[in-house]
């Protein structure tokens, strides 16, 4: 740098040249006038005559010769120092002081020689660009090239501000110049090689191929540095996200851009609005035509210049995306105004999105065709347009004739999933993969929201058609059911997908955004829920109140032919002891038999979670039905107790016992209802006696009564409650 470390070095030759007698310092003007001829050799010996940068020129010598001036008028000042040394003054402080000085203006002088250099530097790059060019000798140039930019590179953080523009504007013009020229010579080599290749890639000629990638190499090393890039001048903000593509590269796509101007723009038969596919499909097959080309001949030449981590295939798809993006941004404007025409037209875009980034791997990072879809006014199109669909096809599923039907067997779907929730739910994954990729979390929340709305629209409807005077155990209520509950097990599986917990995070700092509540990180390292809870809850209280409705509706059907069995007479039945093989109380059979044919009905069209939840749900009101109905309204003698047994344990119990091993534990009560009326009359005795002994004495109330109790397996009735079904006995009624 020229700036750098010159102070220290002005010292140090200070020291070089007066040692440490201070009265040496007289030697100054020596030194002075040794620098000053320097200066004026480097002067004569440059070159003003150019055409291009004269002006340039002579102002940097300017801006030196004017540092020259202040160093004169300063000498004088140095000469009455000197006289002061040479008097001995004994003022060491003022002397150090004007020393310092004195050090500063050579510091200075040193500066403008190193300019003064530097500007007859880059004249005789200059001269030797002329002679290399009249040579045509175009790897001089390119090496010249480099060197000059060298230069610009050292001035670059420089304060004199006149030779900066001058290192600029010179490295400027001769980047246009060689730009003009070797891009010239790299579209006769492109013909050489038939670019761009179309339809059939055919094999270029060796000498063809050799001289591409010299002249790629030349103008990698043409491009301008990163502090003298222009900034990009855009008709549209959006295409800003576009950076500027490396000089071969842009050269590759210029006869395919302009392909695309004469076949998508003007009054051509293939620019047709409802046709956006069209110019889709050649950009998609214009990078599957090329991408092996710049992967074989262009990566390798980015590679040897130590530019690996610029991908010429990513290039040459920003390229040509860039021309997507364009006509996408000219044309939706237009198209908003016709809803079949702009639908079409997302489609496609989404598509042509999903198929960049799923077949040629167009990573999210890099602008795309997203960016015109984002747009204010294109995005509330566009989301108002997904609603309306939505809802239209919506009103389709649940109009379907078909809609009910399960989709598979009762073997083979144990979710029993209908026509009509999958559907559902194929509607709400398509909008899901329509928005998943956009870059924007704002953007993706709306689309939530949309989904929710749905999703409650969706469980309205189902409530209104359940309101229409529907039988709980008609078909269409427990295919409703089935598909409120298939709804609800995705949405709880679709709540822990990584692409719903983002948007929770996200949704829980827009919500404290808007509260003005701060969103620390350990708020959010314990964020809890997911986007789906509210709706599940509904969904979720739904299943359970349709449950509860379909097993009242079998428990009527049971206890309206229970009747008879409730009013036998079980206080004077005879003991199965007397039959040769006991049966079941005639009284009891149709009241099985509903039973039976309403769980087989409930296991054929019920899911497999929702059977198991609803016969369990039967199996606790059956118990509870037939132990206040039956047994507490009813006296045992011991045959009536022993069929009641029978009854319970040979014939009901078993019905249950093909949805589980262990049916009595759903029982309970008539289970132990059963021991206590057919415990022999002693231990009914005894066990009544001294179970009304634990209630009087608060001293064995409690753990005592638990412990006779379950000596007789009974754990769930209390002391009172069995005394109460002992007491039901015919042969302890009178003791």
């Given amino acids: 740098m020229v700036d750098m470390d010159l102070k220290q070095n002005v010292v140090?030759?200070?020291?070089?040249?007066?040692?440490?007698?201070?009265?040496?310092?007289?030697?100054?003007?020596?030194?002075?006038?040794?620098?000053?001829?320097?200066?004026?050799?480097i002067e004569k010996s440059l070159s003003l005559a150019s055409s291009e940068v004269p002006s340039k020129v002579s102002a940097a010598v300017k801006g030196v010769e004017d540092t020259s001036l202040e160093i004169n008028r300063l000498i004088d000042k140095f000469d009455a120092l000197s006289s002061a040394v040479g008097n001995q003054l004994t003022n060491s402080e003022g002397i150090a002081i004007q020393l310092q000085e004195y050090i500063d203006k050579i510091d200075l002088l040193e500066r403008t020689l190193a300019y003064l250099q530097c500007i007859k530097t880059i004249e005789d790059i200059s001269k030797s660009l002329e002679s290399s060019?009249?040579?045509?000798?175009?790897?001089?140039?390119?090496?010249?090239?480099?060197?000059?930019?060298?230069?610009?590179?050292?001035?670059?953080?420089?304060?004199?501000?006149?030779?900066?523009?001058?290192?600029?504007?010179?490295?400027?013009?001769?980047?246009?110049?060689?730009?003009?020229?070797?891009?010239?010579?790299?579209?006769?080599?492109?013909?050489?090689?038939?670019?761009?290749?179309?339809?059939?890639?055919?094999?270029?000629?060796?000498?063809?191929?050799?001289r591409f990638q010299l002249f790629t190499e030349f103008l990698l090393k043409l491009q301008l540095p990163e502090d003298l890039l222009p900034q990009p001048v855009v008709t549209s903000t959006l295409l800003t996200d576009f950076a500027p593509l490396c000089l071969p590269i842009s050269l590759l796509i210029r006869p395919l851009r302009k392909r695309f101007l004469f076949h998508f723009y003007g009054t051509r038969q293939t620019n047709r609005p409802d046709k956006p596919e069209w110019f889709f499909t050649q950009i998609l097959t214009w990078i599957r035509d090329h991408e092996k080309f710049v992967s074989q001949w262009v990566q390798p030449v980015l590679n040897m210049n130590n530019m690996h981590p610029i991908s010429a295939k990513l290039e040459m798809m920003r390229g040509l995306v860039q021309l997507a993006v364009e006509k996408l941004?000219?044309?939706?404007?237009?198209?908003?105004?016709?809803?079949?025409?702009?639908?079409?037209?997302?489609?496609?875009?989404?598509?042509?999105?999903?198929?960049?980034?799923?077949?040629?791997?167009?990573?999210?990072?890099?602008?795309?065709?997203?960016?015109?879809?984002?747009?204010?006014?294109?995005?509330v199109k566009w989301i108002h347009m997904e609603k309306k669909y939505a809802r239209e096809k919506m009103d389709a599923i649940l109009s379907s004739d078909t809609a009910w039907l399960p989709l598979g067997t009762p073997e083979l779907d144990e979710l029993r999933v209908t026509e009509c929730g999958e559907s559902f739910l194929t509607l709400l994954l398509t909008i899901t993969e329509r928005y998943s990729s956009l870059p924007q979390p704002g953007h993706r929340l709306q689309f939530l929201e949309l989904q929710l709305e749905l999703l409650d629209e969706f469980r309205v409807r189902l409530l209104q058609l359940l309101h229409e005077n529907l039988d709980p155990l008609s078909p269409r209520f427990i295919a409703i059911l089935n598909t409120i509950s298939y709804l609800a097990s995705v949405l709880q599986e679709w709540g822990g997908l990584t692409h719903f917990l983002q948007l929770q995070y996200y949704k829980v700092q827009f919500d404290n955004a808007s509260?003005?509540?701060?969103?620390?990180?350990?708020?959010?390292?314990?964020?809890?829920?997911?986007?789906?809870?509210?709706?599940?809850?509904?969904?979720?209280?739904?299943?359970?109140?349709?449950?509860?409705?379909?097993?009242?509706?079998?428990?009527?059907?049971?206890?309206?032919?229970?009747?008879?069995?409730?009013?036998?007479?079980?206080?004077?039945?005879?003991?199965?002891?007397?039959?040769?093989?006991?049966t079941v109380t005639p009284s009891v059979c149709l009241m099985f038999q509903v039973l039976?044919?309403?769980?087989?009905?409930?296991?054929?069209?019920?899911?497999?979670?929702?059977?198991?939840?609803?016969?369990?749900?039967?199996?606790?009101?059956l118990n509870q039905f037939i132990y206040e109905e039956v047994i507490l309204q009813n006296n045992f003698n011991e045959g009536g107790a022993?069929?009641?047994?029978?009854?319970?344990?040979?014939?009901?119990?078993?019905?249950?016992?093909?949805?589980?091993?262990?049916?009595?534990?759903?029982?309970?009560q008539i289970k132990e209802s059963c021991i206590l009326l057919n415990l022999s009359k002693g231990s009914a005795l005894l066990l009544r006696d001294t179970l009304r002994s634990c209630l009087t004495d608060d001293e064995l109330e409690g753990l005592q009564e638990e412990e006779v109790l379950s000596e007789i397996g009974v754990h769930r009735l209390d002391a009172k409650k069995s005394i109460d079904v002992l007491n039901l006995r015919t042969d302890l009624t009178h003791i």
Avoid at 183 to 209: G, Q
Avoid at 333 to 360: A, C, I, Q
Avoid at 560 to 579: G, H, N, T
Avoid at 608 to 620: C, G
């Fill in 642 to 668: 022993m069929q009641l047994q029978y009854d319970m344990t040979r014939n009901m119990f078993p019905l249950f016992g093909q949805f589980t091993q262990k049916p009595d534990i759903h029982f309970p």
């Fill in 596 to 621: 039976a044919e309403r769980l087989h009905q409930l296991q054929e069209r019920l899911s497999v979670p929702l059977f198991s939840e609803a016969w369990q749900t039967l199996a606790r009101q």
């Fill in 329 to 379: 941004h000219s044309e939706l404007p237009h198209l908003k105004y016709d809803d079949t025409l702009f639908s079409h037209t997302v489609d496609e875009t989404l598509g042509f999105h999903h198929e960049l980034r799923e077949s040629f791997g167009y990573p999210s990072s890099q602008p795309s065709v997203i960016g015109v879809l984002t747009q204010a006014q294109i995005f």
């Fill in 133 to 210: 060019l009249a040579e045509k000798d175009d790897l001089k140039c390119v090496e010249l090239y480099v060197s000059l930019c060298s230069q610009n590179k050292v001035l670059q953080h420089s304060k004199c501000q006149h030779l900066v523009s001058f290192v600029s504007d010179t490295v400027h013009f001769w980047h246009n110049l060689l730009k003009q020229k070797f891009s010239t010579e790299f579209e006769a080599v492109l013909k050489a090689i038939k670019w761009p290749f179309l339809n059939v890639v055919a094999t270029p000629p060796p000498d063809a191929l050799h």
């Fill in 12 to 41: 140090y030759k200070l020291n070089l040249e007066f040692g440490k007698d201070i009265k040496s310092i007289e030697k100054s003007h020596d030194l002075y006038k040794k620098l000053q001829e320097e200066k004026n050799s």
């Fill in 515 to 582: 509260t003005n509540q701060g969103t620390g990180s350990s708020e959010l390292e314990g964020l809890q829920g997911t986007v789906f809870d509210d709706i599940l809850g509904l969904m979720l209280r739904m299943k359970d109140e349709l449950i509860t409705s379909l097993c009242e509706a079998v428990m009527m059907d049971i206890m309206a032919r229970s009747r008879e069995y409730r009013k036998d007479k079980w206080f004077a039945m005879p003991s199965p002891k007397e039959l040769v093989n006991p």
